[in-house]
């Protein structure tokens, strides 16, 4: 169900994502062009992915479900223990909500580079307070377990950034090199047309 979802909103919003991307693409180029900044391609990609990635989490976030009803629940754990472990609907709302949000605090975490996990904490949560205060105002319900779920899903993306950070700064000097970045950069670069140009119906996978 979870990657259903997913699929389902690259589906929906694939004409508008080639037209953010294409557009952030020159603005980046003119901008390093500009002032002859020295480019680092992986960096680049990373950066251009996160920014899609934030997009496409806050257009599931938002999105009206026809058969969404409108709440308001402030009882922490009321609807995460509503679910039965293990089932279905346990997967798709308390461990898509974490998900959802572990990548989000990898990406705030690589860009800010805390120190400490306060940043991450308070942005995540007053990012996912702003989410529920949003979906209460277009028809969806405001929920506190689903802003104690992002929140969590957060500091696990913080914990990760503090993970990766420490096995690269330890591999070997082969293994930091960007040459070998930009190399994985441009295979999930052509995974990625080609997943593109069968939702456009170009071609058949």
């Known amino acids: 169900m979870f990657l259903e979802t997913i699929k389902e909103i690259l589906t929906d919003n694939y004409p508008i994502l080639i037209i953010f991307i294409i557009t952030?693409?020159?603005?980046?180029f003119?901008?390093?062009?500009?002032?002859?900044e020295k480019v680092v391609f992986y960096k680049e990609f990373l950066?251009?992915?996160?920014?899609?990635?934030?997009?496409?989490?806050?257009?599931?976030?938002?999105?009206?479900?026809m058969n969404s009803s409108s709440g308001f629940n402030i009882i922490p754990f009321q609807e995460i223990f509503r679910y039965e472990i293990g089932s279905r609907l346990f997967i798709y709302n308390v461990f898509g909500n974490i998900m959802a949000f572990v990548l989000f605090g990898l990406i705030i975490s690589s860009y800010i580079k805390p120190k400490t996990i306060v940043p991450p904490l308070i942005i995540s949560f007053l990012v996912s307070v702003t989410v529920e205060f949003v979906q209460l105002n277009i028809g969806r319900s405001f929920d506190v377990d689903d802003i104690i779920l992002n929140v969590l899903g957060g500091l696990i993306g913080f914990l990760l950034y503090i993970g990766f950070t420490a096995i690269k700064n330890h591999l070997p000097k082969v293994f930091q090199r960007d040459g070998l970045y930009n190399l994985i950069c441009l295979v999930?670069?052509?995974?990625?047309?080609?997943?593109?140009?069968?939702?456009?119906?170009?071609i058949n996978l």
């Open 188 to 202: 999930i670069i052509v995974v990625i047309i080609f997943y593109i140009l069968n939702l456009m119906g170009v």
């Open 47 to 65: 950066m251009i992915i996160s920014i899609c990635y934030i997009f496409l989490l806050f257009q599931l976030l938002t999105k009206v479900e």
């Open 30 to 36: 003119f901008y390093l062009r500009t002032h002859h």
């Open 24 to 28: 952030l693409v020159l603005v980046r």
